[in-house]
């Protein structure tokens, strides 16, 4: 999950929430969304190989 923050950089979080903490990991901070789009797609291959 990718949201801007007000500074404009963009932050990946991860898709489900800490049940502990009922807030979402973050995962990331990257200054366009091209290069937090891309390492969402590293992490999901990984995840799996």
């Known amino acids: 999950m990718i949201r801007k923050l007000a500074d ?3 932050r990946l ?3 489900k929430k800490n049940p502990r ?3 979402r ?3 990331g ?3 366009t969304k091209a290069a937090a ?3 969402e797609r ?3 291959y990984f995840k799996r190989h």
């Open 25 to 27: 990991r973050n995962l």
């Open 13 to 15: 979080y991860s898709r």
């Open 29 to 31: 901070t990257f200054g």
């Open 37 to 39: 789009q891309k390492h």
């Open 42 to 44: 590293d992490i999901q």
């Open 8 to 10: 404009g950089k963009y």
């Open 21 to 23: 903490t009922g807030k």
